[in-house]
Nanobody, 125 residues
Framework: VQLQASGGGLVQAGGSLRLSCTAS????????MGWFREAPGKDREFVGG????????YYADSVKGRFTVSRDNAKNTVYLQMNSLKLDDTAVYYC???????????????????WGQGTQVTVSS
C-alpha cells in the first residue's frame, strides 16, 4: 500500500484545514487508517483514525470535537478535517494504514504497516 498525504499549509489560529491521504496498491476494506502528527522535539502521536470497513472513528482527547476523520471509498482516500486549529496543532501530519483487526491499540505508532510521507501544518497566531 502506498499512501500519499496532501493538504497541509499555513493557517491562522481558529482556522480550518483538510488533509487528504490517498491510498494505492491495495483495497482498504480490511484496513484501519490512522492520522499521526509529530511536532518539533516531540514524539509522533496519534490524532485520529477510522476503521475503513465499519466507518468507526476514534480520536485523541486533544483533538476530540475539533478534528474529524472520514473516508471516501470511491476515491480510496481518507480525510482529516481540522477545525478550530490551535498553535499546538502545528506539526507534520502523517497518515498510516494497518490491517484490521489486530491486537494492538490503534494509538500505537508501531502497530501500523504503511506510512505516508507527511504534510506540514503550521498554525500561526
Amino acid at each position: 500500500v502506498q499512501l500519499q498525504a496532501s493538504g497541509g499549509g499555513l493557517v491562522q489560529a481558529g482556522g480550518s484545514l483538510r488533509l487528504s491521504c490517498t491510498a494505492s496498491g491495495r483495497a482498504l476494506s480490511n484496513f484501519y487508517m490512522g492520522w499521526f502528527r509529530e511536532a518539533p522535539g516531540k514524539d509522533r502521536e496519534f490524532v485520529g483514525g477510522i476503521n475503513w470497513s465499519s466507518g468507526n472513528t476514534y480520536y485523541a482527547d486533544s483533538v476530540k470535537g475539533r478534528f474529524t476523520v472520514s473516508r471516501d471509498n470511491a476515491k480510496n482516500t481518507v480525510y482529516l478535517q481540522m477545525n478550530s486549529l490551535k498553535l499546538d496543532d502545528t506539526a507534520v501530519y502523517y497518515c498510516a494504514a494497518r490491517t484490521s483487526p489486530r491486537l494492538v491499540l490503534v494509538t500505537i505508532r508501531g502497530g501500523y504497516d504503511y506510512w505516508g510521507q507527511g504534510t506540514q501544518v503550521t498554525v500561526s497566531s
